[in-house]
């Protein structure tokens, strides 16, 4: 386990990169199973979601389509408990199996505020793929349909996840680690 520094917080490799890719590789393929002949739309959550959500759709071999929507509630390393739709869908996604693509689930408000955001626009389905779930956090009940990783209550980083706007470059997870 390497330790690095981010800011004034370090942090330790708790999901290596080759576990990573092999976790989105079948997650990839269960989605190509479950939406054979539907091409979905995945909808990444910014900016969280970017490197996971390209990584998966590399990965995808069924036609899909790809849009992004930006929402912030994160603040350094806690949530602001306030979640602001930042950019919004543009796409119609009326008849469309949609596919909301998130870093990670910790509390579920941000993905119950998205699907009840998309169930107005008329999709056929909307389901959730997330790279990490944090299952004790969550404060709603979510079906969430692709998870990666389930995790503990941490802090973490790398992947596309960041403290403070820094780490999100780094190829492996992190958490923090308490001095």
Same mark, same amino acid.
């Given at each position: 386990m390497s330790i690095i520094k981010v800011k004034d917080k370090r942090f330790e490799t708790s999901i290596p990169e080759a576990e990573i890719k092999q976790r989105v590789k079948e997650v990839a393929g269960m989605i190509n199973k479950d939406m054979a002949g539907k091409n979905p739309l995945l909808l990444a959550v910014l900016n969280g979601s970017f490197i996971f959500a390209a990584d998966l759709m590399r990965e995808i071999t069924i036609p899909c389509e /790809?849009? #992004?929507?930006?929402l912030a509630s994160y603040q350094g390393t806690q949530s602001t408990g306030v979640i602001k739709e930042v950019i919004g869908i543009n796409e119609d996604l009326s008849g469309r199996s949609v596919i909301i693509v998130e870093d990670i689930v910790e509390s579920g408000? =941000?993905?119950?505020?998205?699907?009840?955001?998309?169930? =107005?626009?008329?999709?056929? +389905?909307?389901?959730?793929?997330t790279l990490l779930l944090k299952p004790?956090?969550?404060?709603? +009940?979510l079906d969430i349909d692709y998870v990666a990783f389930r995790i503990?209550?941490? #802090? /973490?980083?790398? *992947?596309?996840? +960041? *403290?403070?706007?820094?780490?999100?470059?780094?190829k492996d997870i992190y958490t923090l680690k308490e001095d």
């Open positions: /790809i849009s #992004f929507v930006k408000l =941000t993905m119950k505020r998205m699907i009840e955001t998309i169930g =107005t626009r008329n999709p056929a +389905d909307v389901r959730i793929c004790e956090k969550l404060k709603v +009940d503990p209550n941490d #802090f /973490i980083l790398g *992947y596309g996840l +960041d *403290y403070d706007q820094q780490g999100r470059q780094l």
